[in-house]
Structures are given as C-alpha cells and as structure tokens.
C-alpha cells in the first residue's frame, strides 16, 4: 500500500521550495489533486516536526519553510537567550519561585 502521508507531504514542501512564503488557501489552489483535509493533515504533521513554519495572517495561515538551525547556531541561539552567557537561577521563597539573573 502506498505512503499517501509521505506523499502529500512532500508536494507540500516541494510546493513550498518553489515560493519562499504563501497563505493556506493558495496552496490548496496549488493542489487540486488533494482535499483541503489531506493538505491540513499534512501541514499539521510538518509543522509538529518543525518542517515547515505556520504564522496566522488575519482570518488566513502563512505557511513557509522552516529554517534549517545547525548545532552552533542553536547554541548560539540559547546562549543570547540567557542573557549574555550568565545563567539564570531560581530563588525559591516559601509562597512562589522568582526567576533572577545570576548577578543580582
């Protein structure tokens, strides 16, 4: 039995290689041979695997690839995250936990 799962979603990306950036409704012009359920499927399957990105536009969803992140840029990325390098501690307080920079 053919992989209609993998299948539709490799139209998907294909479709999406081809324009950097394109709403829900215009990819289901796109492809007549599937249903609109077979595309949100298959655009809900990508997307939980960080494939492709969703952004809602309005009363629409932009759709787009998801960039490719490398290690060194995902440690770069954590690094600027965490304020410059310092670690972030939880001081504990008897009635909620506070989130601090290290250095106050």
């Known amino acids: 039995m053919p992989d209609f799962n993998g299948l ?4 998907i990306l294909n479709t ?3 324009q950097p950036s394109m709403t829900m409704e215009h990819l289901v012009t796109l492809l007549p041979q599937m249903t ?3 595309i949100f499927q298959a655009i809900d399957a ?4 960080s494939k ?9 969803y932009e759709l787009g690839l998801a ?3 490398s290690d060194s840029s ?7 995250l965490s304020g410059s390098g310092r670690r972030r501690r939880i001081r504990r307080s008897p ?3 506070v989130l601090t920079n290290g250095d106050k």
């Open 46 to 49: 990508l997307s939980r695997r």
């Open 52 to 60: 492709i990105r969703i952004q809602r536009r309005g009363f629409d």
């Open 8 to 11: 539709n979603e490799r139209l």
């Open 95 to 97: 009635k909620h936990s």
């Open 16 to 18: 999406l290689k081809t």
């Open 36 to 38: 609109w359920n077979r």
């Open 74 to 80: 995902w440690s770069n990325y954590v690094e600027r």
């Open 67 to 69: 960039p490719e992140i």
